[in-house]
Every structure is written in structure tokens, then in C-alpha cells.
T-cell receptor, first 114, second 114 residues
Framework: GNSVTQMEGPVTLSEEAFLTINCTYTATGYPSLFWYVQYPGEGLQLLLKATKADDKGSNKGFEATYRKETTSFHLEKGSVQVSDSAVYFCALSGGAGNFNKFYFGSGTKLNVKP | NAGVTQTPKFQVLKTGQSMTLQCAQDMNHNSMYWYRQDPGMGLRLIYYSASEGTTDKGEVPNGYNVSRLNKREFSLRLESAAPSQTSVYFC?????????????FGQGTRLTVV
């Protein structure tokens, strides 16, 4: 079945450090891939998405590239800020036999220290 | 833009009590979802509705019922609350198109069952 696996946290970085959060997926066909961010006490907000192989999603300095050959969608940011502290979720939707459902990873908590 | 609105935001129930969580979206989306979020477990799908008039079970449907009242509204009912249902509940909605759609989330309902 479909699933998403992302690296466990928490991840603690100093401000201006480079961020990578790994995400791999299992799905048939060609799902869409997403990164969501959740700030304390809030719901999930879409951070970026990619809909086909080799697409790069980007937003607010974050990037992720849809790699079908490695079934991965790793999140990166060149220089994190304290305000990036949040929980990040990788997700997929679509693909063969999965038109309506979303599958989420377990989330990775990011702590950025000044 | 209201997006997805959930009520209530907080609720405390006694074991055995019942309640209904309300969700409404104003984006004319066909699909709606109920998730629960527990520490370390990411989001787990309780029920979803692909379109008005249809509902389907997700990963963890036991102890819950849903109603898709119309295209805008999708409610989640706990008939006899149990402490294991203490969680944060999120409603989400999504458009149906072939690729690239994302889910939009409400702010969540924080439910405690004592």
C-alpha cells in the first residue's frame, strides 16, 4: 500500500545552518508529493508541492525535488531561521487507485536556536 | 477567506458522553477528511468523503461516525467517548482534479476525554 517515511526528530540546528529532512515514499503510479508545516497550536499549512517526476517545489527558501528513481522528496533549506521552528510533514496523494486519499509521514520537529 | 472552519476548538468530555465535531469549508471542494493527531504518530485518517453523499472508512474508524451533510459540511460524531479518543482532530478538504491538488486544514479541535 501507499506510505510515507520521514526522518525522526527532533532536529536541532543553529540559525543559518543548512537543513535537510529526508522523506521517502511507497506508491504505485505517479502520486503528487507535498510538504506541510505545522506551527504550535495550529493546523497544517502547505509549504510546497510537486506533481511529477523531477519537479522542484519551492517556497519561503525551502525546496524539495520529486525523485522517482529513489522515491524521495527531501526537504532542504540553505539557511534556517528561528521562525522556521515547527513540525514538518511529508505527504502524498493520488497515484494508481488512490485518487482521494492523502498519506502523511509521522512528522519531524525542527528546533532552530538563535 | 475562511477556508476550513472547525468547531469547537477545545472540548473536555467525560467517558461515555457523546459529541459532534463540526467542519465546514467554503472552497467548493468535493473531498473532505477527518484526521486525528497523536504525539509521535503523525496524522491518521478516520473517515473521508470523496463527494457529497459518500463516506468511507480510513485507518482508524472505530468509535466514530460521520455525516456529509452537504457539499460544505462534514461532521464527526463520537457516540460514547473513551480516554483513547483524547487527541487533536483535524478536518481537511481538497478539490478533485487529476494532479497537483492539496489538502487544506482547519485549526483543529483539541479533545480531552476524562
Amino acid at each position: 500500500g501507499n506510505s510515507v517515511t520521514q526522518m525522526e526528530g527532533p532536529v536541532t540546528l543553529s540559525e543559518e545552518a543548512f537543513l535537510t529532512i529526508n522523506c521517502t515514499y511507497t506508491a504505485t503510479g505517479y502520486p503528487s508529493l507535498f510538504w506541510y508545516v505545522q506551527y504550535p497550536g495550529e493546523g497544517l499549512q502547505l509549504l510546497l508541492k510537486a506533481t511529477k517526476a523531477d519537479d522542484k517545489g519551492s517556497n519561503k527558501g525551502f525546496e524539495a525535488t520529486y525523485r522517482k528513481e529513489t522515491t524521495s522528496f527531501h526537504l532542504e533549506k540553505g539557511s534556517v531561521q528561528v521562525s522556521d521552528s515547527a513540525v514538518y510533514f511529508c505527504a502524498l496523494s493520488g497515484g494508481a487507485g488512490n485518487f482521494n486519499k492523502f498519506y502523511f509521514g509521522s512528522g519531524t520537529k525542527l528546533n532552530v536556536k538563535p | 477567506n475562511a477556508g476550513v472552519t472547525q468547531t469547537p476548538k477545545f472540548q473536555v468530555l467525560k467517558t461515555g458522553q457523546s459529541m459532534t465535531l463540526q467542519c465546514a469549508q467554503d472552497m467548493n471542494h468535493n473531498s473532505m477528511y477527518w484526521y486525528r493527531q497523536d504525539p509521535g504518530m503523525g496524522l491518521r485518517l478516520i473517515y473521508y468523503s470523496a463527494s457529497e453523499g459518500t463516506t468511507d472508512k480510513g485507518e482508524v474508524p472505530n468509535g466514530y461516525n460521520v455525516s456529509r451533510l452537504n457539499k460544505r459540511e462534514f461532521s464527526l460524531r463520537l457516540e460514547s467517548a473513551a480516554p483513547s479518543q483524547t487527541s487533536v482532530y483535524f478536518c481537511a478538504s481538497s478539490a478533485i482534479d487529476s494532479t497537483g491538488r492539496e489538502a487544506f486544514f482547519g485549526q483543529g479541535t483539541r479533545l480531552t476525554v476524562v
